[in-house]
């Protein structure tokens, strides 16, 4: 009994012991399992902060290299703008040195042109390019400058000429008067200031004098070449002085094919030119004033030994004896304004000149006095012949 009651007592002390010792073990796993928890979570934290602090340690590095980058960009941004502005402003000042020498090119200080001296030979003359201030003492080149607008640059001319078209510088009381195309007021034209003088022939004995005072510019028909082409050089010459050629060639581009017109009519065709002045019929030969007619019209001038820009004073014997196809007529005192002055028509209507075949056909032509006795030469002038020639020969 006691034996039994002696394993008894150790089977139970035994399993009392396992059981303790599994208790031992499970709770020795369990600090195991926590320690290694606690480690895994450690080494995990301790992972992070590693990873953590890498990155804190890239990211300095990059923020450091991107400082680096900034900042030499910035420089570089800087070294560019820097190097930019010089380079523009170099190129602008070499681009504001071409303009300037560019602008220099176009703007033209003075010209030289051909025109006549005193005694009507060809010369050089040196002018102001473009200039503002005009003295106009020949009414072809004020129709000139008329037609090209610019009328505002005359300052002085002779308001004793009046031709219809023209009459507004003559009204302009800011235009000063030079007294007469013979006759200048020396005083009048030194207070207008111009800077340029243009003259006819009636003036070429005081081309010398008139030089004293600016540049002259003299200009004449050239009855060799004829007034058509005489005009043309001339507004070439005049219109180069302006910088307006272009538009001088363009507004006579049509005269040549009215002559021709003209020229097919009067193919054949006598006729007597003439000019009326103190009652009395003077003939004008091709080498004077009308010479269009017998020049480039063609007619044939049957009074053409005559070399005088009044012509010779004649007789209606003449005329009658001549029997012309065509008589054209010039009234000069009414193209000076003669006071008390006879007309050419009231002149022209005798006996004797109806006896003639010009008169009984109707081929007297009235030629209009101011234009061809004063502006001779200008391009609307040259416009008002035509139409006259046109009127008298073509029935226009």
């Not at 039994?4 to 002390?13: E, G, P, S």
């Not at 540049?215 to 005009?231: E, F, K």
């Amino acid at each position: 009994m006691k034996k039994i009651l002696t394993l008894t007592l150790a089977a139970m002390m035994t399993i009392s012991l396992a059981a303790c010792t599994s208790q031992k073990e499970e709770k020795g796993t369990e600090a195991v399992t926590e320690n290694k928890v606690v480690t895994e979570k450690e080494s995990e934290t301790a992972a992070q902060e590693s990873e953590v602090q890498e990155s804190e340690a890239q990211t300095e590095q990059e923020t450091f290299g991107a400082g680096i980058t900034e900042a030499d960009t910035v420089e570089s941004e800087k070294d560019t703008e820097t190097n930019t502005g010089a380079d523009t402003e170099t190129n602008t000042n070499e681009a504001t040195e071409a303009s300037t020498e560019a602008d220099g090119a176009k703007v033209q200080d003075t010209i030289t042109v051909t025109s006549l001296n005193g005694d009507g030979e060809k010369t050089e003359v040196e002018v102001p390019y473009d200039p503002q201030r005009v003295a106009i003492l020949d009414m072809a080149v004020l129709d000139m400058l008329d037609n090209w607008e610019l009328g505002d640059r005359v300052v002085g001319m002779p308001k004793s000429s009046q031709i219809d078209y023209l009459m507004e510088y003559n009204e302009n009381k800011e235009i000063t008067n030079l007294g007469t195309l013979k006759e200048v007021d020396m005083e009048a034209l030194m207070s207008s200031e111009p800077d340029i003088i243009f003259i006819g022939g009636r003036l070429s004995a005081q081309y010398e004098a008139l030089s004293e005072i600016a540049p002259v510019i003299y200009t004449a028909t050239d009855y060799d070449a004829g007034l058509i082409q005489s005009i043309k050089n001339n507004s070439d010459m005049i219109a180069s002085i302006f910088g307006m050629q272009e538009k001088a060639a363009e507004e006579l581009a049509g005269f040549d094919q009215r002559v021709d017109a003209l020229a097919k009519a009067a193919e054949g065709k006598t006729a007597v030119i003439g000019m009326v002045t103190s009652s009395n019929f003077n003939t004008l030969g091709n080498g004077s004033r009308c010479s269009l007619i017998g020049n480039e019209i063609g007619f044939e001038n049957l009074a053409d030994n005559v070399d005088s820009t009044h012509g010779n004073e004649s007789s209606f014997e003449l005329l009658v004896s001549l029997n012309p196809d065509y008589i054209f007529v010039l009234d000069r005192d009414s193209a000076i304004s003669t006071e008390g002055a006879q007309l050419a028509q009231e002149v022209m209507e005798n006996e004797l000149v109806q006896k003639t075949d010009a008169y009984k056909e109707g081929n007297i032509v009235y030629l209009t006095p101011t234009v061809w006795y004063l502006a001779e030469g200008g391009i609307t002038a040259m416009d008002v012949m035509l139409s006259d020639l046109e009127a008298g020969i073509l029935g226009k």
